[in-house]
């Protein structure tokens, strides 16, 4: 059933129907869901959710019940009124899902604070993410959901189960719609009614506050071109301290990226750490060289955690890139926040300038 459908379900046997789905539901303020059965009442009525009132909505059902499709519908709705921009889409690569979240930190404040947030597949969404990250989107989830009635932002989600994404957010969700899952057990576990469950549901089947129910659907919006991301760049820069998961393979990917450069591999020879120490007190002074060629002192980990001295001065006086993962960029960078998320860290690095937070980049094309 769809929006363009949904008046004629509604319509069939009684009168008085019509415009529900130009109209949301009965009044201005509800999204419309689909449709619910009553039959003590002899009729089919509206299935509304008013955000303001409702608090935040989890749709739960298996695989192909029709979460995502519901979704669709309910953010179709939302830019219908308030226009495309209207709908915050958590999706995406890795790096975009990060980037929408952390954009969802500021909405609170009101600043380009949209009308609805959607997170499909929550419950998986971050479960291949590195700890640190996984743990930080969740909590932001969090805080999306409880400042979610005081904001005026509406959050919809989906999962195929609540049980596997903690209480702090489990608890967030008010309203739940049940579509099909897999045993009438799980229905009921997940708060649903088990004399509405069957094992042949078609999609979109399912039940709202007691009621069998009847689910909108709306084709999948392409996902959204994502920026592409910059290449990282050393033009102009004095000198660069590199920390790198493959120190050896970059130093030699340096050099024949930056021809005449001079780069310092620490660890390799006796003295690359009084050199590279030079290297950075020469900037500082701005004596510089007079070939103006850019020098870069490479590093592992534990080659920067060997030379705290040479990386602490490395941190205000050099451009940073990590190429690598946490234990690279914990050992050179300064940040105590998270750097923002790399798909993938063998073809994406950090870059930070001093004084400035670090930006994703995508490392040397080979």
């Known amino acids: 059933m769809t929006l363009d459908t949904v008046d004629a379900v509604l319509a069939h046997g009684r009168s008085g129907a019509r415009g529900i789905a130009g109209r949301g539901a009965d009044d201005g303020e509800a999204i419309l869901l689909g449709v619910v059965d009553e039959p003590d009442r002899q009729r089919r009525s509206p299935a509304a959710w008013r955000p303001a009132h409702d608090g935040p ?50 909405i609170d404040a009101g600043a380009g604070r949209p009308a609805l947030v959607v997170l499909d597949d929550l419950d998986t969404r971050f479960a291949s993410w590195p700890d640190e990250y996984r743990l930080a989107a969740l909590l932001r989830v969090e805080e999306l959901l409880r400042i979610s009635r005081r904001s005026g932002v509406a959050v919809a989600a989906s999962a195929v189960r609540s049980n596997g994404m903690g209480a702090g957010i489990r608890d967030g969700f008010t309203t739940t719609a049940f579509l099909r899952h897999a045993s009438r057990s799980d229905l009921v576990h997940a708060g649903g009614a088990g004399t509405h469950w069957g094992a042949h549901e078609p999609p979109g089947s399912g039940q709202w506050r007691g009621l069998r129910a009847q689910f909108l659907h709306s084709d999948l919006r392409p996902d959204a071109a994502e920026h592409p991301i910059e290449p990282v760049a050393f033009d102009g820069l004095e000198i660069a301290a590199v920390a790198s998961a493959t120190p050896e393979a970059d130093a030699t990917a340096l050099r024949a990226h930056l021809p005449g450069a001079e780069v310092i591999r620490l660890g390799s020879t006796p003295g690359t750490a009084v050199q590279a120490m030079d290297a950075l007190e020469s900037v500082a002074a701005g004596s510089g060289t007079e070939s103006h060629a850019i020098r870069l002192i490479v590093g592992d980990a534990e080659d920067w955690a060997a030379n705290w001295s040479l990386a602490h001065a490395a941190r205000s006086r ?49």
Request: hydrophobic share 45%; net charge positive; glycine share 10%.
């Open 57 to 106: 909505l989890i749709v739960l059902g298996t695989p192909h019940s029709g979460r995502s499709g519901l979704l669709a519908a309910i953010a179709r709705q939302v830019e219908a009124r308030h226009g495309l921009s209207s709908v915050l889409r958590v999706e995406g690569s890795r790096s975009a899902v990060w980037d929408a979240l952390e954009a969802s930190g500021g």
């Open 318 to 366: 050099a451009t940073i890139v990590v190429h690598g993962g946490h234990a690279e960029f914990r050992s050179l960078a300064r940040a105590t926040a998270l750097p923002p998320l790399l798909d993938d860290p063998t073809a994406q690095c950090w870059i930070a300038h001093p004084e400035h937070a670090p930006a994703r980049r995508a490392w040397l094309t080979r």
